[in-house]
């Protein structure tokens, strides 16, 4: 942890520093909620409905957000100096923490604003925040690795997004399978057997990813 | 084993297989019975594609932990492998999808997963494509290979058995596990599996020797280019590393 505050403080400064990407990225997902919402404005969408468009949505923002936090190094060429200031495996690991943290906020308002937009009850918030946070981890823990990967090739954002996806299928199915009852029935039985799914699947990112990404770099 | 034996033993089986899916009695709970017989080659296509998953996984955490970059070869052709049965499952899938359901594409579970498993397996080649000439090109795809691994096991065995989705399912669930399969199908699926999996293998083990032969030249010509460019080199730097042109199995 001694290693990644340092990372992550440093990430804090340059997102304050240059507020204006932080605006950017906020502003694109409210856009693009908007819009997907205006297009469903005449439709009374169904919880199973809602639950699909809402993945979809959370799903396009971090894919079009999160590569950022690797890219920029590569931008700025600061990524030799940050690789002799901390070993690879480390420097993922507090990416992927601000990344989910900062992704979160986002998903977070962009979930509530979606709610209002397509006039559907808001669900359990005590369950629904936890729950975007850990979908915001799997989410951003995957893409960081797959922008990592495909970091030298080119063009790198659309081999990062077409290796992220198919790892990604199997937690956006139940993340989809948790948002459905969480807005229909709480106490249903599936919500356990879904929320271990995604909560396992958190657990070999956290155990896999960063020894991956140590022996590639290492 | 001769190898020829093996090779003739292999033909005869494969032959077998044929005429025994052709011969077996059709499925009456099916639209058209005869048709459902294709499910002898769709099923085994569907495990053998798993199985060579599999197989790439093994030699992909090989690769990780133990740094042998032979398993480099054997993981590359064991994931063509696996793409290429996941396409045949595909395609016998839709055939039979059509024949006896209808529509080429039902958004069955199983057919669902099948295509996530095709994306993934497809996602992966694009990865060894756009490697070609990176120096850490074995790791990185042994890596995502490896991560794929769970993804893989998620769609085929856990997916299709999920509450909410095995309630839309077409495919039946119970007919093999709970010994439903008539005895002459239950034979007939073992036999065509067991032998187009000894087919797969077969090809799989031949284009790793081939893929070793071809790597091992190149490797040989790299080296006698730099020995023409460095002129230092004595006929004895020859004998000291000595170039091989063929290699034990």
């Given amino acids: 942890m001694n290693r990644i505050l340092p990372i992550l403080y440093k990430e804090t400064l340059c997102e304050i520093r240059s507020k204006q990407i932080l605006m950017t990225t906020s502003l694109f997902s409210i856009i693009l909620v908007f819009l997907m919402s205006y297009s469903f404005s005449n439709i009374i969408l169904t919880a199973e409905m809602s639950s699909n468009l809402l993945m979809m949505i959370i799903l396009f923002i971090t894919l079009s957000t999160s590569p950022r936090f690797i890219s920029i190094e590569k931008d700025r060429k600061t990524f030799p100096f940050l690789r002799t200031f901390s070993n690879m495996e480390t420097i993922f690991k507090a990416k992927a923490i601000y990344a989910t943290i900062l992704n979160a906020f986002n998903l977070l308002v962009v979930s509530l604003l979606f709610f209002i937009f397509t006039l559907q009850n808001i669900p359990n918030l005590l369950l629904f925040i936890p729950f975007i946070f850990i979908l915001s981890f799997n989410l951003c823990s995957v893409i960081l690795f797959c922008s990592i990967i495909s970091e030298s090739m080119s063009p790198a954002w659309i081999y990062s997004n077409v290796l992220s996806i198919p790892l990604i299928i199997p937690q956006l199915i139940y993340a989809t399978q948790i948002l459905y009852v969480i807005q229909t029935d709480i106490t249903s039985s599936s919500l356990i057997e879904n929320i271990l799914g995604l909560i396992g699947f958190s657990l070999l990112k956290i155990f896999l990813l960063p020894s991956f990404v140590k022996n590639i770099y290492g | ?249």
Avoid at chain 2, 26 to 39: E, K, M, N, T, V
Avoid at chain 2, 43 to 57: E, R, W
Avoid at chain 2, 84 to 90: I, K, P
Avoid at chain 2, 135 to 156: C, H
């Fill in chain 2, 1 to 249: 084993m001769n190898n020829k034996i093996i090779a003739i033993i292999q033909y005869i089986g494969i032959n077998l297989a044929i005429i025994f899916s052709f011969s077996a009695p059709g499925a009456s709970q099916f639209q058209y019975p005869d048709l459902a017989r294709i499910i002898f080659w769709h099923l085994p296509c569907a495990m053998i594609s798993v199985i060579f998953h599999l197989i790439c996984g093994y030699h992909a955490f090989k690769i990780i932990k133990y740094s042998d970059t032979s398993s480099e070869v054997k993981m590359n052709n064991a994931l063509g492998m696996a793409a290429m049965m996941s396409t045949l499952t595909m395609l016998t899938g839709l055939l039979f999808s059509k024949v006896q359901w209808g529509a080429w594409w039902q958004w069955d579970a199983r057919q669902t997963s099948y295509l996530m498993l095709l994306l993934i397996f497809s996602s992966s080649l694009i990865l060894k494509k756009g490697l070609l000439h990176h120096s850490r090109k074995a790791k990185i795809t042994a890596v995502y290979n490896l991560t794929s691994i769970p993804v893989g096991i998620f769609l085929v065995f856990i997916y299709p058995r999920l509450t909410q989705i095995m309630q839309n399912s077409f495919h039946p669930s119970q007919t093999i596990q709970g010994g439903l399969l008539d005895q002459t199908y239950s034979f007939t699926l073992l036999f065509v599996g067991f032998n187009l999996f000894l087919l797969c293998y077969r090809i799989f083990h031949m284009k790793n020797k081939l893929d070793y032969t071809i790597i091992i030249k190149e490797n040989n010509h790299a080296r006698f280019r730099n020995m023409e460019l460095h002129s230092s080199h004595t006929s004895d730097s020859y004998m000291d590393s000595p170039i091989y042109l063929s290699r034990k199995n």
